[in-house]
């Protein structure tokens, strides 16, 4: 499954102020479906390390019309929101899944929103707000701590009232997480998937990545991280992920399609088929 991501907002990390006019929104999502995208992610937020919150009304009056706009055009719409209002609003919009980056933490409204609504529920491994979560990456075992952490997430949820087969959980790369951090949840999500539910892995063009292709001039630029998000999703796709969350589409489509090549056996029809 490949959700794209389109952020409309003046200052996510790597596509801050690209998408703010509700028209060129738009136009970038109908494109990330051509692309072949399953879901397309609207967020009005940005969570990039550092960020201030934007309002209630300003969240909603960037994602409301572009959701009910695509939505209309027939596409699978998620809202990426931490606030059971906003979350309200974008179903009533059209969309059709909620993912939340606290995972029900930052609005105690948000978990019995979602059960009233009835949609599906990414849950995202997540300690607090982006002005301070650099202080949160402090974990004896990160993959043992974010596996609690996320069990305790999914049982709030199905406590207050959200079915547990609507259910997605992901380690929420980044955020209250050093590369390292990052690294070792990607090596140990079968940990993760014992959980029982589908994971959600975004890792695309995210710091971790800049790191690890740095130069001579200091991190990989952010539009220079793509192939290396790429090779992340065909491991991931190979390892049983359920999901990634993306700013390319057709790529990650393309490694997804040769890691499940890879992983089958194909039927030998006779020698005129070699
Ligand atoms: N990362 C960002 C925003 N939303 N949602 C989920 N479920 N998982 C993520 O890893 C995630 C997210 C931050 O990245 P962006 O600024 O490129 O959207």
Redesign the pocket.
């Given at each position: 499954m490949v959700m794209g991501?389109l952020?409309v907002t003046p200052d996510?990390?790597?596509d801050g102020g690209e998408f703010l006019d509700v028209d060129v929104a738009v136009a970038h999502g109908l494109a990330l479906f051509g692309e072949g995208a399953d879901l397309v992610d609207v967020?009005g937020e940005?969570?990039?390390p550092g960020a201030q919150r934007a309002s209630v009304d300003t969240e909603l009056a960037r994602v409301v019309p572009v959701i009910r706009r695509l939505s209309a055009a027939g596409m699978s719409i998620s809202v990426?929101t931490m606030r059971a209002e906003v979350a309200v609003a974008a179903v009533a919009a059209g969309a059709v899944l909620v993912?939340d980056?606290s995972g029900g933490l930052a609005d105690p409204g948000m978990l019995p929103a979602v059960a009233d609504l009835g949609v599906d529920y990414?849950a995202?491994h997540w300690r607090g707000h982006s002005d301070h979560m650099a202080d949160l990456a402090a974990y004896q075992d990160v993959v043992a701590e974010v596996t609690t952490e996320l069990a305790a997430r999914l049982s709030a949820a199905v406590d207050a009232g959200v079915d547990a087969n609507r259910v997605i959980l992901?380690p929420?790369?980044g955020f209250a997480k050093n590369a390292e951090h990052n690294w070792a949840l990607l090596r140990g999500l079968e940990r993760l998937a014992a959980l029982g539910r589908p994971l959600?892995v975004?890792a695309?063009?995210k710091r971790f990545l800049g790191e690890l292709l740095a130069g001579p001039d200091g991190p990989r630029p952010v539009r220079e991280r793509d192939d290396a998000g790429m090779a992340i999703t065909a491991l991931l796709a190979a390892s049983g992920v359920w999901g990634v969350?993306t700013?390319t589409v057709r790529p990650q489509l393309d490694a997804i399609a040769v890691a499940a090549r890879m992983s089958t056996q194909a039927t030998w029809a006779g020698p005129a088929d070699r």
């Open positions: 991501i952020n996510s990390f790597s967020g940005s969570t990039r990426d993912n980056v990414v995202m992901d929420g790369l959600l975004g695309s063009r969350r700013h």
